[in-house]
């Protein structure tokens, strides 16, 4: 073994369990390990830290996407749930139109056009692909 993979060897055992997701115990504990780096670094990419949060962040997705996939909806449907979550009536998105716009988007008879998009992911705070 080289100097290098010794060094490495000794101080794994320490750092393995920082960086390994194998099951749902795992993830809540990297979850929340995560959530507390962001309380203490948030975004400060200077932060001797931070290449452990962005790491841990991606591994995180990498288990989530594996193991909690998300069902695919279509924009319609997105709206649709979006609209119950803010308890908000068809009158209530002048984001797309009038309540007879708004009712046949909902219905499937009208596309959502780009402005009426990018209107609706500013207001939701959602990306813009979420209503493609």
């Known amino acids: 073994m080289t100097v290098f993979t010794n060094q490495i060897q000794t101080h794994w055992k320490s750092i393995s369990p920082l960086l390994t ?16 780096l962001l309380d203490e670094i948030g975004m400060d990419e200077t932060h001797p830290l931070y290449s452990l949060l962005d790491t841990l962040g991606t591994l995180i997705q990498a288990y989530e996407e594996e193991h909690h996939p998300l069902p695919e909806a279509k ?20 984001e797309i139109g009038s309540q007879g ?16 998009i990018r209107a609706l ?5 959602v990306p813009v692909a979420v209503f493609v």
């Not at 997701?21 to 507390?36: F, G, H, P, S």
């Not at 997105?78 to 803010?86: K, T």
């Not at 219905?107 to 402005?115: A, P, S």
């Not at 992911?121 to 705070?125: C, D, K, T, V």
């Open 121 to 125: 992911a500013e207001r939701f705070n």
């Open 101 to 116: 716009v708004v009712s046949e988007v909902l219905n499937g008879k009208r596309e959502l056009n780009v402005r009426q």
């Open 75 to 94: 924009g319609t449907d997105v709206l649709r749930y979006l609209m119950e979550e803010h308890n908000l009536k068809q009158t209530d998105l002048p």
């Open 21 to 36: 997701i194998r099951n749902e115990r795992d993830y809540d504990a990297a979850v929340e390990r995560l959530n507390k």
